[in-house]
C-alpha cells in the first residue's frame, strides 16, 4: 500500500461502490470472496476511492466564512449598533441573516430597516443579501430603544442562516459583547 500525504489525506472522500443485490454491507475484500472481489453467489464487489487535489475544490464547493464585524453602544436607554458582514470564501453566498440578541428586552413598537424583523422582544433577525467571494454587505444600522434604562446589556452576534455549505471559520460570525450605559463604542 502506498503512503499519501496529509494534504491528500484530508481531500480524499471514499465511496463504497457494491454492485449486484443481495450483497451484504460489509462484504468486502478478503470477506467478499477474495481479492477477485468476488462473493460466494457470483457477485462482484468493488470499492473506488475518489480522492486526491483534483477532487479538493470539489470538498470546498458551498463552503464560505461570514464574519460579523462592528461595534455596539449603549447610553439614555439606546442602543446604536453598526454591523458589516463579510465573505471570506471560498464560495459565494446567495444570502444569510445574522441575528441580535440582548440581554435586555427592546421597546415595543420600534421599527427597523428594511431586511430586518423581531424575533421575539430581545432578538432582531437581519438578511444580509448576497455576499459575494471577497465581498461585503452593507453596513447595517439600528438604533433601538431598550425597555427602562438598563445600565449594561450584552449583545450576541451570530449568523442564525446562511445559503450553501459549512462555514470553515465559525468563530468569526459570533461575538458576545459587553456593553455599558457610557456611549462608548464596544467593538466586535
Not at 450483497?23 to 453467489?41: K, L, N, Q
Not at 486526491?52 to 446604536?80: M, P, T, Y
Amino acid at each position: 500500500m502506498r503512503a499519501i500525504s496529509e494534504g491528500v489525506l484530508g481531500a480524499v472522500l471514499a465511496a463504497l461502490v457494491v454492485l449486484g443485490t443481495g450483497t451484504a454491507a460489509g462484504a468486502v475484500g478478503e470477506a467478499a470472496g477474495g481479492p477477485g472481489g468476488r462473493t460466494p453467489g457470483g457477485r462482484t464487489v468493488g470499492v473506488a476511492a475518489v480522492g486526491g487535489e483534483a477532487d479538493k475544490g470539489e470538498a470546498d464547493k458551498g463552503q464560505a466564512d461570514l464574519a460579523h464585524h462592528g461595534h455596539v453602544s449603549l447610553w439614555g436607554g439606546r442602543v446604536g449598533v453598526w454591523l458589516v458582514t463579510e465573505n471570506h470564501g471560498p464560495s459565494d453566498v446567495a444570502d444569510a441573516t445574522v441575528r441580535l440578541a440582548f440581554s435586555v428586552p427592546m421597546a415595543g413598537g420600534q421599527v427597523l430597516p428594511p431586511g430586518c424583523l423581531w424575533s421575539g422582544a430581545r432578538v432582531v433577525s437581519c438578511r444580509t443579501g448576497a455576499l459575494p467571494d471577497g465581498g461585503a454587505a452593507g453596513e447595517l444600522a439600528l438604533d433601538l430603544r431598550a425597555a427602562g434604562l438598563p445600565q449594561e446589556l450584552t449583545v450576541e452576534v451570530s449568523t442564525a442562516w446562511r445559503a450553501g455549505g459549512p462555514d470553515g471559520n465559525p468563530v468569526n460570525d459570533r461575538h458576545r459583547v459587553l456593553v455599558l450605559a457610557t456611549g462608548d463604542p464596544y467593538v466586535f
